[in-house]
């Protein structure tokens, strides 16, 4: 009997090896251009519907600099200097809209590409994959735009209060995206690490034992993406990557294959 059990988990790897589909290069490149057809497809669809409510997503995009051109006295209204300029602003809110609206849908095509290459029993990641992912990056989001953002802006607008400010529809377009999309994909450090921990790369001790060196770089990392030079912004930006790499540390401890292992001896 305990042969038996010392065995299993080998048995039950080399059933998931026998399981698992074998590609050629070629199949694997046509696998991939599908699923890109398929996400292309799925982003347009998406800007389409959200085409025509560009006007009010853009409406909630700009609040946080009319309230800070507000706190500051200032006249809260934005220029443009092209006469294409809100068009192409427009077009690009639209875009990003339905980036976002279809994101799911991208993903599980993601999903659907990588997963030829997992055990059977690694596939029921799938849901917590998607879930996570989404909900990872609406708190990256939303951190940048409730928080980040507005005290990015306050601090910039009130440094330079003495002077008349003109600030165009694309310059804060792009101020916005680049933190909101920023912060989305730094938030999505877990699942990074999730991937790296589930194939054996990078483990929980290698992680604790460098988490010193992983903070400097967070705070060099925070430096030179944040928008502004003071400190107080730098540790905004850079609490939650410490954060989500202490969180990444337990990720790699629950999934990584050595812990797997042991548990499957144990049980």
Same mark, same amino acid.
């Given at each position: 009997? #305990?042969?038996?059990?010392?065995?299993?988990?080998?048995? !039950?790897?080399?059933?998931?090896?026998?399981?698992?589909?074998?590609?050629?290069?070629?199949?694997?490149? !046509?696998?991939?251009?599908?699923?890109?057809?398929?996400?292309?497809?799925?982003?347009?669809v998406?800007?389409?519907?959200c085409?025509?409510?560009?006007?009010?997503?853009?409406?909630?995009?700009?609040? #946080? @600099?009319?309230?800070?051109?507000?706190?500051?006295?200032?006249?809260?209204?934005? /220029?443009?200097?092209?006469?294409?300029e809100?068009?192409?602003?427009?077009?690009?809110?639209?875009?990003?809209?339905?980036?976002?609206?279809?994101?799911?849908?991208?993903? +599980?095509?993601?999903?659907?590409?990588?997963? #030829?290459?997992?055990?059977?029993? !690694?596939?029921?990641? /799938?849901?917590?994959?998607?879930?996570s992912?989404?909900?990872?990056?609406?708190?990256?989001?939303?951190?940048? +735009?409730? /928080?980040?953002?507005?005290q990015?802006?306050?601090?910039?607008?009130? +440094?330079?209060?003495?002077?008349? #400010?003109?600030?165009?529809?694309?310059?804060?377009?792009?101020?916005?995206l680049?933190?909101?999309?920023?912060?989305?994909?730094?938030?999505?450090?877990?699942?990074?690490?999730?991937?790296?921990?589930?194939?054996?790369?990078?483990?929980?001790?290698?992680?604790?034992?460098?988490?010193?060196?992983?903070?400097?770089?967070?705070? /060099?990392?925070?430096a030179?993406?944040?928008?502004?030079?003071?400190?107080?912004?730098?540790?905004?930006?850079?609490?939650?990557?410490?954060?989500?790499? @202490?969180?990444?540390?337990?990720?790699?401890?629950?999934?990584?294959?050595?812990?797997?292992?042991?548990?499957?001896?144990?049980?």
């Amino acid at each position: 009997m #305990p042969e038996a059990a010392a065995s299993s988990p080998l048995q !039950e790897s080399i059933k998931d090896s026998e399981q698992m589909p074998t590609m050629g290069f070629l199949d694997h490149l !046509e696998e991939l251009r599908k699923r890109i057809v398929y996400s292309v497809i799925a982003i347009a669809v998406g800007f389409f519907a959200c085409w025509g409510y560009a006007g009010n997503i853009y409406a909630i995009m700009q609040r #946080p @600099i009319m309230d800070a051109l507000q706190r500051n006295g200032l006249s809260a209204k934005l /220029v443009y200097v092209n006469p294409t300029e809100p068009f192409n602003l427009y077009l690009k809110v639209g875009m990003m809209a339905g980036l976002f609206v279809a994101s799911p849908f991208v993903l +599980y095509q993601l999903w659907c590409f990588i997963s #030829p290459g997992l055990y059977r029993h !690694e596939k029921r990641y /799938v849901l917590p994959f998607m879930l996570s992912t989404i909900g990872l990056f609406l708190a990256g989001g939303y951190f940048g +735009y409730k /928080v980040v953002l507005p005290q990015a802006l306050v601090f910039l607008i009130g +440094y330079g209060k003495d002077f008349q #400010p003109m600030i165009t529809l694309s310059e804060y377009s792009s101020l916005f995206l680049t933190i909101i999309v920023g912060l989305g994909i730094i938030f999505e450090m877990p699942i990074v690490i999730f991937f790296l921990a589930l194939m054996g790369i990078v483990s929980a001790g290698f992680m604790w034992r460098n988490i010193r060196y992983a903070i400097l770089l967070i705070f /060099v990392v925070a430096a030179i993406i944040t928008p502004t030079p003071d400190i107080l912004n730098m540790c905004i930006f850079a609490a939650p990557m410490v954060g989500l790499y @202490i969180l990444s540390t337990g990720i790699a401890w629950a999934v990584h294959p050595s812990r797997r292992k042991r548990a499957e001896k144990s049980s």
